[in-house]
């Protein structure tokens, strides 16, 4: 069944003619992915692979619906490329770009909540139901992914793009298997938490459990805690926290650019006590996750 995407999700990509968007277009083909076209202004009429390329998204949307939209532009377009989208009627958006500015990252979110629209990213790979649809450039090329990635019961959400993949190829080999894993994007703001992201989750019969990749800075995971306390889940939920060396060595840096430790509850080590308050299971390496999905899931009976 999947989270957000399904078998007939079709897309739309926006900078289709970016060096990047050309490789992830081909890859996400390569996995049977529907791309029914590309945006890049000025070079409409083209194709790539066989995608028609138009210059603005609404020439697209007049013509046919479209599920999603995949946003990898240079920077300063990449918020007109949103709204774009958003006043084009699409209803979900994966942005790839990374490092937009806060101030417009808040916008693109605001004027997407007011318009019903979903925004994953900024600064993120995108959505994968295994052996379903690939939304964006999540898991490399095709044959990668369909080995990293299996159909099964666990829901992976991850701030990271190359530790979605690492940790579902850990649950696949463990023979768990992923139900949806949505890479959420490393930015400071970003359009759709985990904990926005649970209730989705918690109404797909397919999953079973829940795993995050948490990285330090910001309060996504605090949020995650009082969320599953307050709703008391069905799904257990196993979490990785990297970075903890940055609790031993303040000024560090790490990685994305949501990662600076601002205040007490941005560190690792306070996510890690709030998350095991709240009854989620905190593994300590990469490794432990399939061991302790399976351990919480015989736990509950499932």
């Not at 990898?72 to 699409?90: K, Q, S, W, Y």
């Not at 101030?103 to 318009?115: F, K, P, T, V």
């Not at 829940?210 to 257990?236: D, F, M, N």
Request: net charge neutral; hydrophobic share 40%.
């Amino acid at each position: 069944m999947g989270v957000l995407v399904h078998k007939d999700f079709e897309f739309i990509v926006q900078g289709i003619t970016g060096r990047e968007a050309l490789n992830f277009t081909r890859e996400c083909l390569e996995y049977g992915s529907k791309i029914v076209g590309g945006v890049t202004p000025g070079r409409g009429g083209r194709e790539v692979y066989g995608v028609p390329v138009y210059d603005t998204v609404r020439e697209i949307t007049a013509k046919r619906k479209v599920d999603g939209t995949v946003i990898t532009v240079p920077l300063a377009f990449a918020p007109d490329a949103a709204f774009e989208a958003i006043d084009a009627g699409i209803k979900l958006l994966v942005i790839i770009t990374e490092g937009i500015p806060r101030r417009d990252a808040s916008a693109i979110i605001e004027y997407a909540n007011l318009h019903g629209a979903r925004v994953i990213g900024p600064n993120c790979l995108g959505i994968i139901v295994p052996d379903v649809c690939r939304f964006g450039s999540l898991g490399g090329p095709a044959v990668d992914c369909r080995k990293a990635f299996k159909p099964g019961i666990v829901g992976v959400m991850s701030r990271s793009g190359g530790m979605t993949t690492e940790i579902c190829n850990a649950l696949s080999q463990a023979g768990l298997g992923e139900s949806t894993a949505i890479s959420i994007g490393g930015d400071p703001i970003i359009g759709s938490t985990y904990a926005e992201l649970m209730p989705l989750f918690e109404k797909d019969p397919e999953t079973k459990a829940i795993v995050i990749y948490s990285e330090p800075g910001g309060t996504a995971e605090a949020e995650l805690a009082r969320w599953a306390q307050e709703h008391k889940s069905r799904l257990p939920i196993v979490a990785f926290v990297a970075g903890r060396f940055m609790d031993e060595m303040p000024g560090m840096s790490f990685g994305h650019a949501g990662t600076v430790v601002e205040k007490k509850v941005d560190s690792p080590a306070d996510k890690i006590r709030r998350m095991r308050v709240a009854g989620i299971s905190v593994a300590e390496e990469i490794g432990d996750i399939p061991g302790l999905v399976k351990e919480r899931l015989r736990a509950a009976g499932a």
